[in-house]
């Protein structure tokens, strides 16, 4: 009992050595606000759901694309597709409250559901009526699920590494190759990592989520860092590692609109069987994969990725759709 009761207090001793050795104090959110804001850079105010910060680019006399990011993300992540993309399409690309420079909201809320919710909003208040909806990871996790419960909004679907439904256990089988992941789903980590330094870590989940692509380098690091450590952001996303997703058994036959999956072979996030699983059950999906390629196509590998997308929308006959409620 001496040896059980000694180890425990060392134990204890340890964690709270470790803890005060690795505190770091959040940045102020002006300071990130200043480092990552663009001349592109808007907000929309939504109350209780938060300030969105998004970005309005492009040829608006064309199609609208909506890209939305990845869990721990921000929407800088679409600038390459951006670029190539703003001379014939509208691009709409935001933060997602939780993440970038919207971060914390004041409703806690930070599902599926409520982040469906802000795209609603934001694109009323735009008067885009119809539009192709874009997301990479958690994001396509959104889009997949927007598309669901409302196609008659959208033009196309872009699931880009997406986020799977629940019922596939995505976690038995991705993510654990990135040690934040795997401990924010420890709810003991998630008491203290509000005030942990993320550093070492994020460096440890960019080059697993990039497949230690060349284009890894400190700018993209600190800009990962950076915006988990405005202040708020870390509070933001243990609340929303702790939810439970236990709603789904999805009918993704359900899905009728022209839907476009892209990924990368080397995806140690989302494997690439995962793709497979979603060209099965969304009818008439296309498809366009990358060899040695990660998570992140859209950075990783820009100007293929970009001009597949580009076909893909070529393809589509836009003016004559068939109706969401009559499946062509």
Same mark, same amino acid.
């Given at each position: 009992?001496?040896?059980?009761?000694?180890? $425990?207090?060392?134990? /204890?001793?340890?964690?709270?050595?470790?803890?005060?050795?690795?505190?770091? /104090?959040?940045?102020?959110?002006? *300071?990130?606000?200043?480092?990552?804001?663009?001349?592109?850079?808007?907000?929309?105010?939504?109350?209780?759901?938060?300030?969105?910060?998004?970005?309005?680019?492009?040829?608006?006399?064309?199609?609208?694309?909506?890209?939305?990011?990845?869990?721990?993300?921000?929407?800088?992540? &679409?600038?390459? &597709?951006?670029?190539?993309?703003?001379?014939?399409?509208?691009?709409?690309?935001?933060?997602?409250?939780?993440?970038?420079?919207? $971060?914390? *909201?004041?409703?806690?809320?930070?599902?599926? %559901?409520?982040?469906?919710?802000?795209?609603?909003?934001?694109?009323?208040?735009?008067?885009?009526?119809?539009?192709?909806?874009?997301?990479?990871?958690?994001?396509? $996790?959104?889009?997949?699920?927007?598309?669901?419960?409302?196609?008659?909004?959208?033009?196309?679907?872009?699931?880009?590494?997406?986020?799977?439904?629940?019922? &596939?256990?995505?976690?038995? %089988?991705?993510?654990?190759?990135?040690?934040?992941?795997?401990?924010?789903?420890?709810? &003991?980590?998630?008491?203290?990592?509000?005030?942990?330094?993320?550093?070492?870590?994020?460096?440890?989940?960019?080059?697993?989520?990039?497949?230690?692509?060349?284009?890894?380098?400190?700018?993209?690091?600190?800009?990962?860092?950076?915006?988990?450590?405005?202040?708020?952001? =870390?509070? /933001?996303?243990?609340? =929303?590692?702790?939810?439970?997703?236990?709603?789904?058994?999805?009918?993704?036959?359900?899905?009728?609109?022209?839907?476009?999956?892209?990924?990368?072979?080397?995806?140690?996030?989302?494997?690439?069987?995962?793709?497979?699983?979603?060209?099965?059950?969304?009818?008439?999906?296309?498809?366009?994969?990358?060899?040695?390629?990660?998570?992140?196509?859209?950075?990783?590998?820009?100007?293929?990725?970009?001009?597949?997308?580009?076909?893909?929308?070529?393809?589509?006959?836009?003016?004559?759709?068939?109706?969401?409620?009559?499946?062509?």
């Amino acid at each position: 009992m001496k040896v059980l009761k000694f180890l $425990g207090v060392f134990l /204890a001793f340890v964690l709270i050595t470790a803890f005060f050795l690795l505190y770091e /104090a959040d940045i102020p959110k002006d *300071v990130i606000d200043a480092r990552y804001l663009s001349p592109a850079s808007q907000y929309l105010d939504l109350g209780d759901s938060g300030r969105i910060h998004y970005r309005d680019e492009g040829n608006r006399r064309n199609n609208t694309i909506v890209l939305l990011h990845g869990s721990n993300a921000s929407l800088h992540t &679409w600038e390459p &597709w951006v670029a190539r993309l703003s001379a014939d399409y509208r691009v709409i690309s935001l933060d997602l409250p939780g993440h970038g420079l919207t $971060g914390e *909201v004041p409703a806690d809320q930070y599902n599926h %559901d409520s982040y469906i919710a802000v795209i609603e909003s934001l694109t009323s208040h735009l008067g885009v009526d119809s539009f192709i909806l874009a997301g990479n990871s958690m994001g396509g $996790g959104v889009a997949w699920r927007f598309a669901l419960s409302h196609s008659e909004r959208l033009d196309g679907l872009i699931l880009i590494d997406s986020g799977s439904p629940a019922a &596939w256990n995505i976690e038995e %089988d991705s993510g654990n190759d990135v040690l934040a992941f795997s401990l924010l789903r420890r709810p &003991w980590f998630r008491t203290i990592a509000e005030r942990l330094d993320p550093y070492y870590m994020t460096v440890q989940g960019v080059k697993v989520a990039y497949n230690n692509a060349a284009m890894i380098n400190d700018d993209l690091i600190m800009r990962y860092y950076d915006l988990n450590m405005r202040a708020g952001t =870390r509070r /933001a996303t243990m609340i =929303r590692f702790a939810q439970e997703f236990t709603d789904e058994k999805p009918d993704l036959s359900q899905i009728n609109v022209p839907t476009l999956i892209m990924w990368g072979k080397a995806d140690r996030l989302m494997p690439f069987k995962h793709a497979g699983r979603f060209k099965e059950l969304i009818p008439f999906a296309k498809t366009a994969y990358y060899d040695n390629v990660g998570h992140m196509p859209m950075e990783e590998t820009p100007e293929q990725s970009a001009n597949d997308l580009i076909r893909f929308l070529q393809s589509l006959d836009l003016d004559n759709l068939p109706d969401p409620e009559q499946p062509g």
